[in-house]
């Protein structure tokens, strides 16, 4: 471990350009933010701010420092390409100028680490809101993995977006927040793809929405949040972590913070929220996240400092944490005991038959709890019932009422149990059969697959539906890829494995694959 000193921290990914000091706790916090006159953040704009407010804001930052500084980190991406250089630009000319190391800290893997150290969890499930990311996060094996993620636009910035288009300021957030008081529960899309979630069909039926405004804000606030609570449970669930934290910007709101908080309850997790200073892009959690870099020794030389405006979280190496063990994900999976299972969204009763129903969520409003509880359970009684007759096994069904089903018990171990290739490549025949049938699972996972004497059994359909379209089944593949790139040393060749089953019975396989391809590369940061 290298000794380590007084460590300045430099953010400017978007709108704020904030510094602050971190040596055995954090000093001077100060913050400069862009304010645009019209509209959202205009790059080239914020970049000029951040230009002409840097000198000053790094004064504020080191002033009445009586001790040097032993670093200097700042936002290597990811974020706006313009502002990140104007901080990338000044952060070397300070490193080069005091002779001391330069650390290039990634903006998401900082928010994290600054909720940690304020909340003094240790291994939380992250959920990471802000203007541009709305991702849940959880470390293993060095990496801060995605377990899920949005697959078009942040939360922030669709709450951003609803709020210009009814000509409230920037940044709306707040704004929508104060209309939601008081405010009654409307219909508004709901679009939840296994550990994935997407906002632009939720936003642009809460600007078409006649309602009035304070119905319209709060429902766009509920629908939204109970989303991110969902696949922030869902998590939880599959990982058995017993900690979660909230970050980001969006982490201000208070509504959010109670349906989270509600959640972790109700499973017996613990909930923390950093305090709002560090919240919202801010110095501090680059200073002490360089901090952590630079005790590893984890500096940047000046020709390797460039920035990247797409640098994801689980692209960082962790060197400042101990490896972490799989075991809870890996184990405790077996399903041929009697007796009784709460997963994320159901409770589990095993005996001659499977009784499985859906809890309500005290987190979610009740009318839209109630709709999705009664949606889920028929259409998933219905898809089961069809990917049988598609050749794909599943349960019987015995029963069905507006909450629970009724069905055959499953023998067997959970695949995540049994991860090779040979298994892996059942699985990738039995839904490719499937989606060629034109069903999606919607949420599929390692654990909703039960392994059976070579045989491959697929269950929990709650988010299924009847699709074709390739751009469906490439997001059903992308929620498989992701688990497996999260939680399997071996990834690839077991999603090669997978991959070589799929296409022996799924006549659209080439396209279904290029367009999960795509949905991995699409930019989901600004």
Request: glycine share 10%; hydrophobic share 40%.
């Amino acid at each position: 471990m290298v000794q380590s000193g007084p460590v300045l921290g430099i953010e400017g990914t978007a709108w704020n350009l904030s510094a602050s000091v971190f040596d055995n706790d954090l000093k001077t916090l100060y913050s400069h933010p862009y304010q645009p006159e019209t509209g959202g953040i205009h790059p080239r704009e914020a970049a000029q701010h951040h230009a002409a407010q840097m000198s000053h804001v790094i004064s504020e930052a080191v002033r009445d420092r009586t001790d040097g500084i032993s670093a200097v980190a700042f936002s290597i991406g990811p974020g706006l390409g313009p502002c990140l250089r104007i901080v990338a630009t000044a952060a070397r000319s300070l490193a080069q100028r005091f002779g001391v190391p330069l650390i290039g800290v990634n903006h998401c893997v900082a928010h994290i680490e600054i909720g940690r150290y304020a909340t003094g969890f240790t291994d939380p499930i992250v959920l990471y809101a802000s203007g541009a990311n709305t991702q849940v996060l959880g470390y293993l094996q060095r990496r801060y993995r995605i377990f899920g993620e949005t697959l078009d636009i942040g939360l922030g910035n669709a709450l951003d977006k609803f709020a210009r288009s009814r000509e409230l300021p920037h940044p709306g957030g707040p704004f929508i927040e104060e209309y939601a008081r008081g405010g009654s529960y409307i219909p508004l899309p709901y679009t939840v793809k296994g550990m994935d979630l997407a906002f632009s069909g939720l936003l642009s039926a809460a600007k078409d929405a006649q309602a009035p405004l304070k119905d319209v804000c709060f429902s766009l606030q509920e629908t939204a949040f109970a989303m991110c609570v969902e696949v922030t449970e869902r998590a939880l669930a599959q990982t058995g972590k017993e900690e979660m934290i909230l970050v980001g910007g969006v982490g201000a709101n208070r509504r959010l913070q109670e349906m989270l908080a509600q959640m972790c309850k109700d499973r017996g997790a613990r909930f923390g929220v950093p305090p709002s200073q560090y919240l919202g892009d801010n110095g501090a959690m680059i200073a002490y996240t360089g901090r952590l870099m630079l005790e590893q020794g984890d500096v940047l030389p000046i020709p390797e400092s460039q920035v990247n405006p797409s640098f994801r979280a689980d692209q960082v190496l962790v060197s400042w944490r101990d490896s972490g063990e799989m075991d809870r994900y890996l184990t405790g999976a077996v399903i041929n005991r009697q007796g009784e299972r709460q997963g994320a969204e159901a409770r589990i009763q095993i005996g001659s038959c499977t009784q499985k129903k859906r809890l309500k969520k005290p987190y979610r409003d009740e009318t839209l709890d109630l709709r999705l509880i009664t949606e889920r359970t028929r259409a998933e009684a219905r898809l089961i019932a069809a990917a049988r007759r598609a050749g794909v096994p599943t349960p019987i069904i015995h029963d069905i009422t507006k909450d629970t089903i009724t069905m055959e018990t499953i023998d067997g171990i959970l695949l995540k149990e049994v991860l090779t290739p040979e298994n892996l490549q059942i699985a990738g025949i039995m839904v490719g059969k499937l989606h060629h049938a034109g069903i999606v699972h919607g949420d599929l996972t390692t654990c909703n697959m039960i392994m059976r004497n070579s045989q491959c059994i697929l269950i929990d359909f709650g988010l299924a539906g009847n699709s074709s379209d390739i751009e469906a089944r490439g997001v059903d593949l992308h929620v498989l890829f992701q688990i497996l790139t999260s939680t399997a040393e071996d990834a690839e060749s077991l999603q090669s494995a997978f991959c070589a089953g799929y296409q022996s019975v799924c006549t659209d396989a080439h396209l279904i694959f290029a367009r999960e391809h795509e949905i991995e590369l699409r930019g989901r940061y600004l």
